[in-house]
C-alpha cells in the first residue's frame, strides 16, 4: 500500500513537470510574434536586421525631413543625432507629431527605408519614452525640457 501511494504521487509530479514545461512551450510560440526590439537608428544603420524581423525604431524626427505624399503616405528621417533612417508611413499620425519632436515606430526594415505599420508620438509637451531617451542620450543629443514657472 506504502509503494502503492509513493509511485502514484511520483507519476503526478512528473505528470505536472511535462504540463508545466508544455504550457511555457505553448506561451513562448504564442508570443514569438508579438515580442518587438528597441532599436535606435545608429544600431539599425551598424548593423540592419533582415526584413523579416519586426522591431520598433526610435529617435527624433528630423529637421526638413516630413513630406506628406498623396493620400496618407508620409515620408521622413528617424534620427539619434549619429544616423538617420529614412520611414515611410501610410496612415493618420498622432497629434503631437512632428519635426523635431520623440516618435517610435513600429515595422520593417525593406531596401533601407523603415516600413513602419505604426507610428506613437509622446502623448503630452514632456514625455519622452525612455528607449528614446537612452538612445539619444547616448549620441549626446538629448536635451531634456525644462519645466516653465
Keep these: 500500500m506504502r509503494g502503492l501511494k509513493k509511485q502514484r504521487r511520483i507519476q503526478v509530479i512528473a505528470l505536472a513537470a511535462v504540463a508545466l514545461a508544455l504550457s511555457a512551450g505553448l506561451i513562448g510560440y504564442a508570443m514569438r510574434d508579438g515580442i518587438n526590439f528597441f532599436r535606435a537608428p545608429t544600431d539599425v544603420a551598424g548593423a540592419p536586421p533582415p526584413p523579416s524581423e519586426v522591431f520598433r525604431i526610435g529617435g ?35 497629434d503631437l507629431f512632428g519635426e523635431g519632436e520623440g516618435m517610435v515606430g ?10 513602419a505599420t505604426e507610428i506613437l ?29
Excluded at 508620409?74 to 549619429?82: A, C, E, H
Excluded at 513600429?106 to 516600413?115: A, N
Design 121 to 149: 508620438a509622446r502623448h503630452d509637451e514632456t514625455y519622452m519614452p525612455e528607449e528614446v531617451i537612452d538612445a539619444l542620450e547616448a549620441q549626446g543629443v538629448y536635451r531634456p525640457s525644462t519645466p516653465e514657472s
Design 60 to 94: 527624433l524626427v528630423e529637421e526638413g525631413t516630413l513630406v506628406r505624399g498623396q493620400g496618407e503616405t508620409i515620408t521622413f528621417n528617424v534620427t539619434d543625432g549619429g544616423a538617420s533612417i529614412p520611414v515611410r508611413y501610410t496612415g493618420v499620425l498622432p
Design 106 to 115: 513600429t515595422g520593417r526594415l525593406i531596401d533601407g527605408t523603415f516600413e
